[in-house]
């Protein structure tokens, strides 16, 4: 089993930056695809960035791909999202999520989850 710890979250005003971090227990972390998604009150989830297993291929959800940088160091079984120019509507409870599929968008995809950071973004 896979445990994912996300931390990093609290409120920023708009225009700063936000460093998640999601930690991973197990022995087998680079053998999973990585992700991040996000859920805003009343919405439903969606996709933020995923990763692939060695780190060298990247995807984002196209709004977002030029504010937010997702990145894994295998050794340390981490994984982060670099959030910069943070706007209201970046308001989420953000999640953490490991496959074992190719790099995905689809939620569904994803086996593992932790339990959120919460993300404020007041204007």
Do not use: H
């Not at 996709?47 to 977002?64: C, N």
């Not at 409870?93 to 973004?121: F, H, K, M, N, P």
């Amino acid at each position: 089993q896979v445990q994912l710890v996300e931390s990093g979250g609290g409120p920023v005003q708009a225009g700063g930056s936000l460093r998640l971090s999601c930690a991973a227990s197990g022995r087998t972390f680079s053998s999973y695809v990585m992700g991040w998604f996000r859920q805003a009150p009343g919405k439903e989830r969606e996709f933020v960035a995923g990763i692939s297993r060695s780190g060298r291929t990247a995807d984002y959800a196209d709004s977002l791909k030029n504010r937010f940088t997702i990145s894994r160091d295998n050794a340390r079984n981490t994984v982060n999202l670099q959030m910069n120019s943070l706007k209201p509507e970046d308001t989420a409870v953000y999640y953490c999520a490991s496959a074992l599929q190719d790099l995905g968008r689809r939620a569904e995809e994803y086996i593992y989850w932790g339990q959120g950071t919460r993300v404020t973004v007041s204007s």
